[in-house]
């Protein structure tokens, strides 16, 4: 089955930028420069698409047992390269979408993430929402017995390291919503084969590359 | 050049940004509260005419690489109350923005123009736009935001699904959406908002360009408007609180302004009025949603829903915009209006959305990537209604009606019978009594369900509108056709909530044409109706040096350090030298500012901790100074202290303070304390408590000392003298919702209780709600105990004086050591006799009858 690459480059100011050169090169090649595996330049619409011969990957695939990851390296008009994207199995059909507006690092920017859940826990009871929860613990008339509630905060507080840990509610919803948090972020996400968030969590700190890349397993059966 | 201001340290901006240090006074020709679809717009349309404009928006300034495409970091950032908005019952979950930019930043960027469908209705209903303004406004907004047409090759297989059934089933009005996006990356996190800033939303154009000027913009986020302080048939000020991530005040704004325009959303902007009571009888009722619902395909090929543009394709053979009647008559659907577009979220977000047990939600979720997925939403004829419960929360009430039963099972049914003709496997659908649909022939289990149990389904909605709806009778429209509210010369509605009904599609352009129209309006009518509006000075509850009792700890602490020591000494000498007389005291009937001549009344920061050592003083105190020959001394009444403690002043220079006053206390145990004092005039002085002396000595807190003060500030005794000569309230004035807080001599509590009065004179009821533990329902008795409530079942009594129609204060009666149950840190605030405890109560009215929910 021949591969395909696929995409669109745009500048920061959303115009499509033609003349970037794109060139899929493999994961991982110790052994010296990587293979070219294919490689376009970009139209006056910023488009892109080149095959990827099976005869290309053999050998990889042979080695790996399973579809080897590739990635695209972006060069500019002259040749200089811009950045090369992560790498993804290559697949049917690979789209990336390339997006040169990232901006550059900004290590002591503020992380604007830190507060969100608690940012929602306040939010939800100023609308009024939990209130029920929050005064089952309010009403209590007396310290929780020992292995009580407070000592299963205290494992999910051991679970998620060092979170600071008090009595309220407000901590109880912020540990759970954080096991939510890790649990979303972790293995049965990636069990789906759900493609997730395509950048940075903090793009401030890490602005990494800027590139989409969306795997096709399959042709569409309606086209 | 415009300013965005806010309360927290940000990346760089893209924008000139500031953070806030203190509270603020503004004076603008025009406030705009909400920053969405409906007030950037205005705000733009004043800002580029020449006015002067402040825009205050509730939530934070976010640009597109603060986005980063999670749910659970960005949905407590951009949604409102973090996703967690529903109505009443909590069937419907409501989806809008809180950021600058509101619901233009989170939502997919699908544009309709108004229909001419709806035009046509809106204009039998009063309102008078014309065809020329219509037009002229939809053009500029369209060029603004940039509008275009999804493309061919835009178009992701979850979109070509929903194109790919319709053809199936032989419909005939059906095309690829317009997008306010231009070169979009087709990430399909646009509920995240745009990492790539691709998405035309309020931030990146309206303000973007409102902000670059001509013009004056000062845009403040974090910032709640709460009050719209109203006299002689206009508004006069907008007064609001900066509140951080945990929802603590930071700091407090107040906006003097010439013109007011209210742009919250369809549900905030409606509660702002009521809870103002402005339009009560009108403003909220009539609120109509867009319910929606989803019906999702399980397919045995792939689909990958996520990938690409999540709507960009809709079906309109059942709504506004339908060209031909022919499905609906086919279908049997000539009652009702509904509209089917394709839909793909992210996978939380999604998956929060659907029903059925674990196991079987996780094995749908397994197979997401198989999923084709599609939304429907009815044209609603149901209609909601905003109102204030009685404990001062904001209460959405919405039931979907027969109708719209209707449109959302026929809906359900014809996406149904779409995917089955496409091969789907099995149907997940959001009705929890049928979450799945394994056969054709098994849709009209589902549909039963919807018509029949309609409440237990999983409705969401995006685009609440109408409750304020235009019209010429003020009795039965909240706005009249420019959207000036009736009765208010000076304040403009420019939302959704304008809309006299449902506009039956994504509202975003109908809204941004809507408030653009009253913006054009406003500035055509400004000569003539707005510039010769005064302007207020009043800098309301902000702290300033004219009304330092509001200072925050930090403005008071810069305040002593900064402001001049403009009196002498003897300006500190009370009236009838230290001894106190009645005729010292009064309390002004218009403004109710208390002027206290004989006492100094002292004051913390509003924000202030007080230090444990510092008791009794932190319950409150008082200084009176007389002349003692060549000296000053006086006495320190510190509340709950025995006895009062001897003071002496003299001129001094302290350091950081400079010239000021020093007092001393020669006796023990207050011997260690000295302060600074710097007084203003002769009604304002600015102090600081020192343990040691001022050089080198600690510094304990601030203070302010004040012989004339706000009503909000009334001290136990200023309560004792106005309730010797205040009367009972007229019970026939009492129906409404009004709020109650403790008065002491520290300050005045929080909001601790609140009192519903329903009925008539004759047979007047209080729905109680004191604290968090204690409510019920009890008649207003007048007997011997004077007029008040007597639940005999709990066993408090009140009794009331009336201060003007709008604050009433009175004594709340308790037996013997129940008021620690209802009331925190109670000791601070009661009485105690052998068998009775006792506070003093303050009460606000703050919602008329009609506002109030039934």
């Known amino acids: 089955m021949a591969h395909s690459i696929v995409g669109r480059v745009i500048d920061a100011q959303q115009r499509p930028v033609p003349g970037i050169k794109l ?29 990827i011969e099976e005869a290309s990957l053999a050998s990889r695939l042979a080695h790996l047992g399973r579809n080897p990851p590739v990635r695209l390296r972006v060069l500019d008009a002259s040749g200089q390269e811009i ?18 507006g990232g901006g550059s690092k900004v290590p002591d920017a503020p992380n604007l993430y830190a507060k969100g859940i608690r940012r929602m826990i306040a939010d939800s009871r100023d609308a009024g929402l939990g209130s029920s929860a929050i005064k089952t613990f309010e009403g209590k008339d007396t310290e929780p017995a020992e292995g009580g509630w407070k000592k299963s905060l205290g494992v999910v507080q051991h679970t998620l390291q060092g979170a600071e840990i008090d009595d309220s509610a407000d901590m109880m919803f912020a540990v759970l919503d954080g096991l939510m948090l890790n649990t979303v972020e972790s293995t049965p996400v990636k069990i789906m084969g759900y493609d997730g968030a395509q950048v940075p969590r903090h793009a401030w700190a890490a602005p990494d590359n800027q590139a989409i890349i969306w795997p096709r397993k399959e042709p569409f059966k309606w086209d | 050049m415009g300013l965005i201001r806010g309360i927290e340290e940000m990346p760089p901006r893209k924008e000139r940004y500031e953070v806030l240090t203190d509270d603020v006074v503004e004076t603008a020709d025009v406030c705009v509260i909400g920053s969405g679809a409906g007030g950037a717009v205005a705000a733009h349309a004043l800002a580029k005419a020449g006015k002067s404009v402040v825009l205050l928006e509730r939530g934070g300034y976010y640009e597109g690489r603060d986005m980063n495409q999670r749910d659970m970091d960005m949905v407590p950032l951009l949604w409102k109350d973090g996703g967690m908005n529903f109505d009443d019952a909590l069937t419907i979950a409501i989806a809008q923005g809180a950021c600058l930019g509101g619901s233009t930043v989170i939502n997919d960027a699908v544009c309709f123009d108004p229909p001419e469908r709806v035009r046509a209705e809106w204009r ?22 940039h509008v275009g047409r999804v493309t061919e090759e835009e178009l992701n297989r979850n979109n070509r699904m929903l194109r790919a059934g319709a053809k199936r089933l032989g419909l005939r009005d059906h095309w690829e959406n317009e997008r306010n996006c231009v070169n979009c990356m087709q990430c399909g996190f646009c509920h995240n908002g745009c990492h790539y800033d691709t998405k035309q939303n309020m931030l990146v154009t309206y303000l973007h360009d409102a902000l670059a000027g001509p013009g004056d913009l000062r845009i403040y986020c974090s910032c709640q408007a709460e009050q719209l302080l109203t006299g002689g048939g206009r508004v006069e000020g907008v007064e609001g609180r900066f509140l951080d991530a945990d929802g603590h005040e930071r700091f407090r704004i107040r906006v003097n302004a010439r013109a007011v325009v209210v742009s919250a959303g369809a549900i905030a902007s409606s509660f702002l009025l009521l809870r103002n009571r402005i339009a009560s009888a009108t403003a909220g009722r009539g609120v109509v949603l867009h319910p929606s619902v989803l019906m999702v395909g399980l397919f045995p090929y792939e689909i990958k829903p996520n990938q690409g543009i999540p709507m960009a394709y809709s079906v309109h053979d059942f709504g506004v915009n339908r060209r031909q009647e022919i499905s609906r008559t086919e279908y049997g659907c000539a009652d009702g209006e509904f509209m089917i577009e394709s839909i793909a979220l992210p996978l939380l977000e999604f998956s929060m959305g659907m029903p059925g047990g674990p196991l079987k939600h996780h094995e749908f979720l397994a197979k997401f990537n198989h999923l084709a997925i599609a939304g429907m939403m009815a044209r609603d004829q149901s209609r909601g209604r905003v109102s204030i419960a ?3 929360r904001q209460s959405f009430v919405y039931e979907v009606g027969p109708a719209d039963r209707k449109s959302l099972a026929k809906a359900s049914e014809i996406v149904g019978k779409m995917w089955f003709a496409l091969g789907a496997e099995r149907l997940a659908t959001r009705h929890p009594a049928v979450p799945f649909v394994n056969r054709p022939e098994d849709l009209p289990v589902l549909t039963d369900a919807i018509l029949n149990h309609a409440d237990r389904m999983k409705l969401a909605a995006a685009h609440p509108q109408s409750g304020n709806a235009i019209g010429a009778d003020p009795a039965r429209s909240t706005v009249d056709g420019d959207c000036r509210v009736h009765g208010l010369s000076n304040l403009v509605v420019a939302d959704a909530s304008v809309f006299p009904n449902a506009v039956g599609v994504n509202p975003q352009v109908t809204v941004m044409v809507v408030a653009s129209i009253a913006a054009a309006r406003m500035v055509r009518d400004w000569d003539a109706r707005y510039a010769a509006q005064p302007v207020s000075a009043s800098t309301g509850r902000t702290g300033t040096l004219d009304a330092p009792m509001h200072f925050g700890r930090e403005a008071l602490a ?21 001894t106190p007389t ?3 005291w009064s309390i002004d009937p218009a403004t109710l500012e208390i002027t206290n001549d004989a006492t100094w009344h002292g004051f913390f920061a509003r924000d202030e901790k007080l230090p444990p050592e510092t008791s009794p003083l932190g319950a409150g105190f008082f200084h009176r100074f007389h002349a003692e020959g060549d000296k000053v001394q006086g006495t320190c009444y510190a509340v709950g202290a025995k006895d009062p403690t001897p003071i002496v002043a003299e001129e001094h220079v302290a350091p950081l303070v400079g010239k000021c006053l020093l007092v001393e206390y020669p006796e023990a145990p207050h011997r260690k304390f000295t302060e600074v004092l710097k007084v203003i005039d002769d009604r304002r002085i600015l102090g600081r408590l020192f343990e040691g002396r001022p050089d080198g000595g600690r510094r304990v807190f601030d203070f302010v000392l004040a012989r004339r003060y706000p009503f909000e500030f009334l001290t136990a005794e200023d309560h004792e003298r106005l309730f010797e000569r205040t009367s009972a309230p007229d019970r026939a004035t009492l129906p409404g919702v009004w709020e109650g807080y403790l008065a002491g001599d520290g300050g ?11 009925g008539d004179g004759k047979n007047l009821l209080n729905d109680f709600r004191l604290g968090k533990k204690v409510h019920g329902s009890a008649a207003v008795a007048t007997d011997e105990r004077g007029t008040g409530t007597r639940p005999a079942a709990i066993g408090f009594w009140d009794e009331l004086r009336a201060v003007n129609a709008d604050w009433m204060i009175g004594k709340l009666h308790a037996p013997k050591d129940q008021l620690k149950e209802w009331v925190p840190s109670e000791g601070e605030w009661a009485t105690h006799g052998a068998d009775v405890d006792t506070v003093r109560i303050v009460l606000h009215r703050i919602a008329d009858p009609p506002a109030v929910k039934d």
């Not at chain 1, 950045?83 to 040169?100: G, K, M, N």
């Open chain 2, 582 to 584: 009645a005729p010292s």
């Open chain 2, 124 to 145: 039998a209903l009063g309102v008078n736009f014309s065809d020329e303004e219509w037009a002229e406004h939809l053009a500029r907004v369209r060029s603004m935001i």
């Open chain 2, 748 to 758: 005045r509590s929080a909001v601790l209780f609140h009192y519903r009065y329903r």
């Open chain 1, 83 to 100: 950045f090369t994207t992560r790498a993804h199995p290559i697949d049917w059909q690979l789209e990336f979408r390339i997006y040169l």
């Open chain 1, 23 to 51: 060139q899929a090169i493999p994961k991982g090649d110790l052994t010296g420069p990587p293979p070219v595996l294919g490689e376009a330049v970009s139209d006056g619409g910023g488009r892109f698409s080149f095959p």
């Open chain 2, 558 to 578: 810069r305040a002593i350090e900064t402001a001049p020591h403009a009196r002498a000494i003897s300006a500190l000498l009370t009236a009838d030298n230290g």
């Open chain 2, 390 to 392: 009685s404990d001062d």
